[in-house]
T-cell receptor, first 113, second 110 residues
């Protein structure tokens, strides 16, 4: 089966650092994505990991451990506009070999002044 | 930056009616997807499409749903005999690596 877990909600203060964790169990792993989604809008791509380790992209970094089925998204120097849902998604081969994204429920991040 | 375009942005329909949601994927992408997101819930995969045919579909994508690529640019999702529980955001995505999502169609079935 496929299962992706992430916390439902987190709060943080402007300027701080926050880490959003994601654990997953899938049958055909081929990469892990993080998306940002503001209410009523489409998910927008933040980062992608397929090999173990840390990928850094400005204020955002993402880490992957395939052996542990674990990833995290690290957001530095938080800004008010970072208040959004953060979606962890695993790219899964599926039964046909074609790839689809399997999403977690998302973590709603509230950044306060 | 290339983008995926979806129309309409909002659609209200009577229960039992048919709706067609339209998408224009990024022009050089070959893989197309439909996802849906019921309010307050996670994004769910519906169907993937490659080389003018369905490559995979989820349990949600039953006989009520169909997809088409009627020409070289459009990609449509048809929902027949809509039910209240079909109310959701429907996202089209295209991919040559990472999924790029359209802005979505909010479908409300009344």
């Amino acid at each position: 089966g496929q299962n992706i877990d992430q916390p439902t909600e987190m709060t943080a203060t402007e300027g701080a650092i926050v880490q959003i964790n994601c654990t997953y169990q899938t049958s055909g792993f081929n990469g892990l994505f993080w998306y940002q989604q503001h209410a009523g809008e489409a998910p927008t791509f933040l980062s992608y990991n397929v090999l173990d380790g840390l990928e850094e992209k400005g204020r955002f970094s993402s880490f992957l451990s395939r052996s542990k089925g674990y990833s995290y998204l690290l957001l530095k120097e938080l800004q008010m506009k970072d208040s959004a849902s953060y979606l962890c998604a695993v790219r899964d081969h599926g039964n046909t070999g074609f790839q689809k994204l399997v999403f977690g429920t998302g973590t709603r991040l509230l950044v306060s002044p | 930056e290339p983008e995926v375009t979806q129309t309409p942005s909002h659609q209200v329909t009577q229960m039992g009616q048919e709706v067609i949601l339209r998408c224009v994927p990024i022009s050089n992408h070959l893989y197309f997807y439909w996802y849906r997101q019921i309010l307050g819930q996670k994004v769910e995969f519906l169907v993937s499409f490659y080389n003018n045919e369905i490559s995979e579909k989820s349990e949600i994508f039953d006989d009520q749903f169909s997809v088409e690529r009627p020409d070289g640019s459009n990609f449509t999702l048809k929902i027949r005999s809509t039910k209240l529980e079909d109310s959701a955001m429907y996202f089209c995505a295209s991919s040559e690596g990472q999924n790029t999502f359209g802005s979505g169609t909010r479908l409300t079935v009344v």
